[in-house]
T-cell receptor, first 115, second 115 residues
Framework: GAGVSQSPSNKVTEKGKDVELRCDPI?????LYWYRQSLGQGLEFLIY????????KSGLPSDRFSAERTGGSVSTLTIQRTQQEDSAVYLC?????????????FGDGTRLSIL | AQSVTQLGSHVSVSEGALVLLRCNYS??????LFWYVQYPNQGLQLLLK??????LVKGINGFEAEFKKSETSFHLTKPSAHMSDAAEYFC?????????????FGQGTILTVHP
């Protein structure tokens, strides 16, 4: 079946612009996660959605970052007023339920470059 | 809080040799542990997971890992390396029990396989 789909695969933008990254999870998966992968910081958790519950935003690095999940499916991660330190690969993952023993299935990521 | 340490950012082996990638964890509660593999320009693929059942876990592509509570370790092994095993490997931990699955990753180990 279809895996986690992320778009765009690559995004190059100028400092100060806003960007929107999209994640389409595996059908039926209720849990959705965003992670960031950068050379300096490795893989970091950003935000978690589960069903209609309030998201866990504890990993978002600043208030320039926000995310939403519409209809319990597609999610968008928005970065406002981008900075060069935002350059990274943004990975989305989904799992079948909220429990921590369930494996997360990852998309191929969006590689974001801020000029 | 949970944390993961992967010993060795780079490991190089000959084709056919034993692969050993080291992972030590720190957790205030019984953890769940995962190994993921990442090929260039791709997302993370689950190799195997430990979720408090058998301590010796077998995964895909001939990999296995043993959970050793006394040593707080979860090292990944494969008896005979193949060229296709060249990739970056990540050890990750989540809280056990009924917590949700926010992953904390190690810094990764790049595996190189020489002919």
């Amino acid at each position: 079946g279809a895996g986690v789909s992320q778009s765009p695969s690559n995004k190059v933008t100028e400092k100060g612009k806003d960007v929107e990254l999209r994640c389409d999870p595996i059908s039926g998966h209720t849990a959705l996660y965003w992670y960031r992968q950068s050379l300096g910081q490795g893989l970091e958790f950003l935000i978690y959605f589960q069903g209609n519950s309030a998201p866990d935003k504890s990993g978002l690095p600043s208030d320039r970052f926000s995310a939403e999940r519409t209809g319990g499916s597609v999610s968008t991660l928005t970065i406002q007023r981008t900075q060069q330190e935002d350059s990274a690969v943004y990975l989305c993952a989904s799992s079948s339920d909220r429990y921590s023993n369930q494996p997360q299935h990852f998309g191929d990521g969006t590689r974001l470059s801020i000029l | 809080a949970q944390s993961v340490t992967q010993l060795g950012s780079h490991v190089s082996v000959s084709e056919g040799a034993l692969v050993l990638l080291r992972c030590n964890y720190s957790s205030s509660v019984p953890p769940y542990l995962f190994w993921y593999v990442q090929y260039p320009n791709q997302g993370l693929q689950l190799l195997l997971k430990y979720t408090s059942a058998a301590t010796l876990v077998k995964g895909i592509n001939g990999f296995e890992a043993e959970f050793k509570k006394s040593e707080t370790s979860f090292h990944l092994t494969k008896p005979s390396a193949h060229m296709s095993d060249a990739a970056e490997y990540f050890c990750a931990v989540t809280r056990g029990g009924t917590s949700y699955g926010k992953l904390t990753f190690g810094q990764g180990t790049i595996l190189t396989v020489h002919p």
